[in-house]
């Protein structure tokens, strides 16, 4: 069996744990800073295990030490954001996290793959690879998964159809910047466009890229996690069963659409081994020039932050 | 919970129970008219339920009157084409199967929507929806999703990438005459002429629609059914779940495509109600051309179906 650690147990990590147990592709350990939390939710996962049948083993754990010889570490760990914040702001206050567990994991499972979720995800993913040293397809950052399952469901349910019918692909920088063009959006095979009006389809690109603020602000102590954290799960799952997986990832870019040294998403096949190649398909002027700048801007804060 | 019948308990039928069973979609009856034969699977079935953890029944018999209040039903009845085997005797044996199926359909079922797998399916639909009399929408053929489902392992298949990320659309009947869209298939939403070269796709397809073929010629006496039972798996699933999953079908054709009063593979929504929408694709030359010739086959199917 398979394990993968979850560092953070919050409602992203312990909801990854969850979405983990119920999939039962690997075991999980759940760690978490606060003494008791990870101990506390784990426990309260497995006592469900008889009725849900669990085959993987949830356990929490104090030290983060505990990560050792997993095959996954999942990076939950971080504030969240609060109504009328910028992702970007957390930056400053979760960068010093990022370069702990960055330490850890390069020092008790230099071999695993990484899943960044902590954000700003882009910013954290690029500031991991640097910190840790691991190779960049081992690290890999939850941005266009998260918008493209949004926009699957947003699609599905405008269209009153089932949402496992839907394709959609989002790249780009996680957020308000995300590129989300109608022709990676289909339906059963069929071009979303034969099925509703360019503007229909950007007012559900908008519904997503609000999605995150949306959700911030409907729930006021606490930002999105069912959603990520399936994201979470679908990306762990890949790397743990190489499943070879289409999705769109926050990968480290070095050369990808004329771009080096900012992370944003890109889609690529996932597998044991991490991204076991980028799938890039062709964009126009405008999209690239789009990626382009959210790239100056990502450079520019991480090297504001010496990376 | 919903009720499926499966009316033919041989590899395709039984299969196709298997995987409804797997999915827990609703209560099922198997009908076979060999004496024990569906018993005998019905009962090895729930033998199986404590380790599955089924919670649906599975109960096997030979007599009609068990489909009684179905929401969905499942018509697999009917021999195959042996070699030297004339198609006229094919389809006399099968179409006097399916009449008699649909009768009971009729009586004991009157509210079912009922999927047509047996072949020639897109005649042998007809001949149900004639003998049924009920409304077209709740009459449909499996072809399209079988096409699709082979179509969508073989690019998955040759991109190296996870299967459930390829989808893909079909047109016309099943196999040789089907019409497979090109533009229409996306891996991951990344359209597929981004993926692979116009070669490598038309060897995909070539391979697609002897797909059948193919199989067949591995196993000598028999034909392809875990495929085929798995397509019938997405249609009731789609049907007793009210889905609304857009997916090709054999549909019953009022001016769709220009076509009207035969069953022709289309890309339709299904859902509780069976047919509950036909989506009407802009076509190019070419494939109006071969979803016209596929139109042909099936009309020339109708005719002798008259002609019995």
Same mark, same amino acid.
């Given at each position: 069996m398979k394990r993968v650690a979850v560092i953070g147990s919050g409602n992203v990590g312990a909801n990854a744990a969850f979405f983990i147990a119920e999939k039962g592709f690997a075991d999980v350990t759940l760690t978490d800073i606060l003494e008791g939390v990870s101990k506390g939710k784990a426990l309260d996962i497995m006592e469900g295990a008889p009725i849900r049948a669990y085959r993987s083993r949830v356990r929490g754990a104090d030290s983060q030490r505990e990560i050792e010889g997993c095959d996954v570490v999942v990076l939950a760990a971080g504030a969240v954001r609060k109504p009328a914040t910028k992702r970007e702001d957390l930056f400053e206050q979760n960068s010093g996290t990022v370069k702990e567990a960055s330490a850890i994991v390069a020092r008790y499972a230099p071999g695993c793959s990484v899943v960044v979720v902590t954000e700003p995800v882009d910013l954290n993913t690029a500031l991991f690879i640097s910190e840790s040293g691991m190779p960049r397809k081992r690290v890999l950052g939850v941005g266009g998964i998260l918008g493209s399952t949004r926009l699957r469901y947003a699609v599905a349910r405008d269209l009153g159809?089932?949402?496992?019918?839907v394709q959609a692909l989002v790249f780009g920088r996680h957020g308000e910047e995300m590129l989300a063009p109608a022709r990676f959006t289909s339906v059963s095979g069929i071009p979303v466009l034969r099925l509703m009006n360019e503007e229909r389809f950007q007012s559900l690109v908008r519904e997503v890229k609000d999605a995150g603020d949306f959700i911030v602000e409907m729930a006021k102590r606490s930002s999105a996690y069912y959603a990520p954290s399936a994201a979470i799960a679908e990306l762990a799952d890949a790397l743990c069963r190489d499943t070879r997986r289409v999705l769109s990832v926050s990968t480290l870019l070095? =050369?990808?659409?004329?771009?080096?040294g900012a992370a944003m998403s890109i889609p690529a096949v996932v597998g044991e081994r991490g991204i076991l190649k980028f799938l890039l398909p062709a964009l126009n002027r405008d999209e690239n020039e789009l990626l382009e700048r959210s790239a100056e801007e990502l450079k520019s804060l991480l090297s504001r932050r010496g990376v | 919970m919903s009720k499926i019948s499966v009316i033919g308990a041989g590899n395709v039928g039984a299969t196709a129970v298997y995987y409804i069973a797997e999915k827990n979609l609703g209560d099922i009856v198997m009908i076979d008219v060999v004496q024990g034969l569906p018993q005998s699977k019905g009962l090895d079935f729930l033998h199986a339920a404590p380790l599955r953890e089924y919670r649906v029944h599975i109960y096997g018999t030979n007599g009609y009157d068990e489909i009684r209040g179905s929401d969905a039903v499942v018509l697999t009845a009917g021999i195959a084409r042996k070699p030297g085997m004339d198609r006229m005797d094919l389809l006399r044996t099968n179409a006097g199967i399916a009449r008699e199926a649909a009768k009971a359909v009729k009586e004991y079922a009157p509210d079912a929507v009922i999927v047509v797998v047996t072949n020639p399916l897109d005649v042998i639909a007809m001949a149900v929806l004639r003998e049924t009399g009920f409304d077209p929408s709740r009459v449909l053929g499996m072809a399209g999703v079988l096409d699709a489902t082979r179509y969508c392992t073989f690019i998955a298949e040759t991109l190296d990438v996870w299967p459930g990320d390829v989808s893909a659309m079909v047109l016309g009947g099943h196999g040789d005459t089907m019409v497979p869209l090109k533009r229409f298939a996306s891996v991951g939403g990344i359209p597929l002429g981004e993926l692979l070269d116009e070669k490598t796709t038309e060897r995909l397809i070539e391979r697609t629609r002897s797909g059948g073929a193919e199989i067949v010629g591995y196993l000598k006496t028999g034909s392809a059914f875990y495929a085929p039972a798995a397509s019938v798996a997405a249609m009731v699933e789609a049907i007793v779940k009210d889905r609304k999953t857009l997916l090709p079908a054999a549909a019953f054709l009022? =001016?769709?495509? =220009?076509?009207? =009063?035969i069953f022709l593979g289309v890309p339709v929504i299904l859902g509780k109600g069976g047919v509950e929408r036909i989506l009407e694709l802009e076509l190019t030359g070419d494939e109006r051309e071969a979803l016209a010739r596929s139109a042909r086959a099936v009309r020339q199917g109708i005719r002798e179906l008259d002609s019995l």
């Open positions: 159809l089932s949402v496992e019918n070095a =050369g990808e659409y004329g771009i080096e | 009022r =001016g769709e495509y =220009g076509f009207s =009063g």
